[in-house]
């Protein structure tokens, strides 16, 4: 064989190891961790995918990820989030209040991106928001603020209410701070409100029951990851028991709820993923400020209010960003 022939036989044969070898390459894996179950989920975890394709990621092509959901079971999130350390995943996005929490303790090293509707700071997952420090960082929803304002559309549900009740997940680590901004807003409107507790499917039973024999005029659902997972439980028990409740989601209005008003759940599901891919693309933690997800949405079906025999009045009607009629 001639020397020409073989260095072009030997450069072809290095080229192709070379890329062989580039084809070889594992793709970085996400851990994605949520306290709820996947059921209901995708339209958040549709808006998650589309953050990292922002950022050049498309699952399946050049980036895996593997679910772990508690399925309301906060007791496995420990041992779910440790799975992942073990894996040695590249990036966690912990997507909801708990798992948020058993992430940080978890792991010192591995990247976190969160997703919260409580304060972050408070909750000890970040030092500031402007400069997180750490390997943690994420998206907070609005939530807190937003939540006295779902009291205030119920009474201008129904104004001659005088008595008021809140679903509230005593699991959810946020939950008491917001009764508490809720029982603030009441006193405000000269209101009396009633707290409800529910962790499970048979308490959100149990709590409909309660709720009727108070003779409540509306029932203000706090935001909470179990809840997301049972929207449509909620949804069916509200109409079945004729009970004007307002959620902070829109599944819950586009699965026969009254009302729904948040900041945009699916946006901060967007957001996560777009960090989460900053990360992949070799940016730290500690230098992403974390992100509000402001965009606010306010829903009403007026097929339901009709069927609950209520007058949505004009001036809430033209505030929505939607109506379902």
Same mark, same amino acid.
């Given at each position: 064989m001639q020397r020409r022939e073989f260095i072009t036989l030997l450069s072809s044969a290095t080229a192709w190891s070379f890329s062989a070898r580039a084809?070889?390459?594992?793709l970085p894996v996400i851990g994605f961790l949520n306290s709820a %179950?996947? /059921? +209901?989920?995708?339209?958040?975890? /549709?808006?998650? =995918?589309? +953050?990292?394709?922002e950022t050049g990621y498309v699952e399946g092509q050049n980036v895996a990820i593997e679910y772990r959901w508690a399925n309301g079971q906060f007791d496995r999130l420990a041992? @779910?989030? /440790? /799975?992942?350390? =073990? =894996?040695r995943v590249s990036?966690? #996005? #912990?997507?909801s209040t708990p798992a948020n929490l058993v992430a940080k303790a978890s792991t010192t090293t591995i990247p976190i991106v969160f997703t919260t +509707? %409580?304060?972050p700071v408070q909750l000890g997952l970040v030092a500031s928001l402007s400069r997180p420090g750490g390997n943690v960082t994420g998206v907070a929803q609005l939530t807190r603020e937003v939540a006295p304002k779902r009291l205030e559309l119920a009474h201008e549900l129904v104004p001659t209410a005088t008595v008021f009740g809140l679903l509230i997940n005593p699991k959810n680590p946020s939950s008491e701070n917001v009764a508490r901004d809720l029982h603030a807003a009441a006193v405000a409107m000269g209101l009396q409100l009633n707290v409800l507790y529910a962790s499970t499917e048979a308490e959100i039973d149990d709590a409909f029951t309660t709720f009727r024999q108070m003779h409540a005029g509306a029932l203000v659902i706090g935001t909470d990851v179990f809840f997301n997972s049972q929207f449509k439980?909620?949804?069916?028990?509200?109409?079945? *028991?004729s009970v004007i409740a307002i959620y902070a989601y829109h599944e819950f209005v586009a699965a026969g709820g009254l009302a729904s008003y948040s900041s945009s759940i699916t946006d901060s599901y967007r957001l996560a993923g777009g960090y989460v891919g900053r990360i992949l693309n070799g940016e730290k933690p500690a230098d992403l400020p974390v992100q509000q997800a402001t965009k606010v949405e306010l829903i009403i *079906? @007026?097929?339901?209010?009709?069927?609950? +025999?209520?007058?949505?009045?004009q %001036?809430?009607? %033209?505030r929505a960003d939607k109506v379902i009629e």
């Open positions: 084809q070889q390459q594992p %179950s996947a /059921d +209901g989920y995708e339209p958040e975890v /549709d808006a998650f =995918r589309q +953050g990292l394709k041992a @779910l989030a /440790d /799975d992942l350390v =073990r =894996r990036v966690i #996005a #912990a997507t +509707g %409580s304060d439980k909620l949804a069916a028990l509200a109409i079945r *028991n *079906n @007026l097929k339901t209010a009709k069927a609950l +025999g209520i007058n949505v009045p %001036s809430v009607q %033209s």
